[in-house]
């Protein structure tokens, strides 16, 4: 065998191995339109997982694109300086305050959930133009208002995730609520599947392709 042959079938061999590039967030399918853009703020641990899962969900289901602080990964860049970009470029906005209360032994609570929050309300007053609207989700026993009384006025905003964005102006002819519940687990046994490949932590642009095309499945 010449020296061309066997040129040609390693060349060949690495177009067989060769796969497609990564998806990258913010572009193509992915693409990031501010107008149709939502900025989930809310806890990452596994205890909170499966809401969180649920609220991704849902958001798409609606279609509108997801983003969150984990859209970029572990960079250099520091999360203060990603995430309000991520919101400012984003037209909507939900963040779940129900763990703001002390945990542990030390009876600590989180406040970087309020702080994003305050981050979305100063968008939408330094630009009424585009007019950044938010979702707060609370606890049921209104224990918030100890701490952001100035949040009661909004209390009637804390509805169902689709409930919501169906009646956004920039929401698609919604699936049903009921229609999301039945497809949400297909979305969680793509989820999971992803967290076992990548050892718990799936990019961010997988989590979404995996919600878009279960999305998209429902009749």
């Known amino acids: 065998m010449n ?5 040609s ?30 900025f989930i703020n809310c806890p990452f641990d596994a205890e909170y997982s499966t809401l969180f899962d649920a609220i991704v969900f849902a958001t798409v289901c609606c279609g509108f694109m997801p983003r969150c602080a984990l859209e ?23 963040h779940d305050l129900s763990r703001c209360r002390g945990e542990g032994d030390e009876n600590f609570a989180r406040f970087n959930m309020p702080l ?5 309300m100063a968008k939408r007053f330094m630009d009424p133009v585009d007019e950044h609207d938010w979702l707060v989700l609370v606890p049921r026993d209104h224990a918030y208002l100890r701490f952001i009384s100035d949040l ?20 698609i002819p919604p699936i049903t609520p009921t229609e999301a519940l039945y497809a949400l687990t297909s979305f969680t046994t ?11 932590q799936p990019p961010w642009p997988d989590i979404v392709l995996a919600a878009i095309r279960v999305a998209r499945s429902i009749e």
């Open 3 to 7: 020296q061309a042959a066997i040129i």
């Open 9 to 38: 079938r390693s060349r060949i061999r690495s177009l067989e191995i060769r796969r497609p590039s990564r998806p990258r967030f913010g572009e193509g399918g992915l693409a990031a339109e501010p107008a149709k853009s939502v």
């Open 72 to 94: 970029s990964g572990t960079v250099s860049e520091p999360r203060l300086a990603r995430i309000p970009r991520a919101i400012f470029n984003s037209r909507y906005s939900i």
């Open 116 to 120: 994003e929050l305050g981050m979305a």
């Open 152 to 171: 009661a006025a909004y209390d009637g905003v804390v509805t169902a995730v689709m409930a919501w964005l169906s009646t956004r102006k920039d929401a």
């Open 190 to 200: 793509e989820k999971a599947k992803l967290d076992a490949a990548w050892s718990g």
